[in-house]
């Protein structure tokens, strides 16, 4: 049966945080892996590398066709499909024999975690009244936030105590509980959407992966030629273009487009995807220079390195709930704006203490302000996006924010390899090189410390630079319609009118 309205959704969105947590993990817990999975298989880097860009690529790519798939069939329905596909693929991939079936394996666990991806969004954006998505919303940034810290650890101990087959293998006793958490607390949402744009699902479908490919692979070929001739730039063009051909149709589609463009009418919604790609792509971005500066200078283990985030993942889980409160209660620019400033401002103190004998101590304060960054953006941004979409919309709209974050962070992933590699070749010695990005955490020479710290200081810089557009869009933010409403005059004459035009909107009621 069909249900929609005031059902508690906390069970609900409990049972869906362990998919998106799985996700979450999945998306770094590999590259942990790496090196083991190379040896295992007898594997190049230029193979290997394709275990976690299949995935991210089948991630990102069908978000806009999946997030509309949960208007068309219901998001409970296409999340349950999504974590069966997950799990399955999960226990695949650990039982694979080559890289080949490897990569095959996690482009079908991609193509799970999109269905799944977009569906939380929606079915909080459905389930929780607009003045109390905030606090729904923040539940998702606590989340990230103890993900990007477990996933690493997660990995190191995995593949050092029992092999790298089960960072895969832990995913399908966890993916089984979740299904019938989901299954059983995730209620049946009314269905909206009758026929499916297919000219706008190909169109959409091909665009998003010239883009992303380009994107994410660009580093790869050093921005150059692919094969023969296409070259990177041809494809992000190409993909540009096949995008604004999809645009054109979905603003001359009269019946039910894939992507409802009149969301865009709605100021915050267009706002608060313009701030999260450069969100996401600072925030996935900069992990690199500050990991690789912990291995190559100061000397950490990868599970040291991870360890040294802690502080932003612990500040970033505790500040969620007090976070999501505020988010309902105020004005969305004061609480994202903080949240940019407090980003900029560590980035900034971070690339100032940066040095080739900087003690560690010094360093967990500016990495505790990234958790405070982190705390008061993502939360409050998508419950910002969210906040005023219309039921039958609430898939599409999750799928649009769900792609422009993931293309934030392709393009944080592309960016920072290009840049660090750019900085460490001014920085370093011409002898010694910036080397390949598979030796950046390497433990390095002393001679090499300055310049390399010097080379990481100045990537952060630069990508403090990014924020800044961020910031810009959340303090454009209009105040949303509940706190608009909330703080309306209260005379007696004013609470008639308003509610003689409420009645006049509202169907009408049964007789008693």
Known sequence: MN????????????ALVLGFFMIL?????VSVATPAIMAEHGADVDSVVWVTSGYLLAYAVPLLITGRLGDRFGPRRVYLAGLTVFTLASLWCGLTGSIGELVVARVVQGLGASLMSPQSSAIVTRMVPAESRGRAMSLWGATAGVATLVGPILGGVLVDGLGWEWIFFVNVPIGVVGLVLAARLVPEL???VRRFDLPGVALSAVGMFLLVFGIQEGQAYAWGTITGPISVWSLVIAGLVVMGGFLFWQARNRGEPLVPLALFRDRNFSLANIAVTPVAFAVTAMQFPIIFYAQGVLGLSPTGSALLLMPMAVVSGGLAPIVGRWTDRFHPSLIAGFGMVSLLAALL??????G??????QLLLPVAMLGVGNGFTWGPIAATAMRNL?????????????????????LGSAAIAALIGSRLAANLPTAAGGGSPETWGARLPEALHAGFATAMAQSLVLLAAVTLIGLVAVLA?????HLALAAAPTTATEVARESAMTMD????????
């Open 3 to 14: 249900r929609e309205g005031p059902l508690n959704p906390w069970p609900a969105l409990w």
């Open 25 to 29: 993990v999945d998306s770094t817990i």
């Open 190 to 192: 009314t269905t909206h």
């Open 349 to 354: 103190w971070l690339a100032a203490i940066i």
């Open 356 to 361: 080739p004998d900087t003690p560690i101590w």
């Open 390 to 410: 219309p039921p039958a919309s609430a898939g599409g709209g999750a799928g649009i924010y769900s792609t422009t974050r993931q293309i934030g962070a392709a």
């Open 477 to 481: 933010f209009a105040r949303p319609r």
């Open 505 to 512: 909107q509202s169907p009408a009621l049964p007789r008693a």
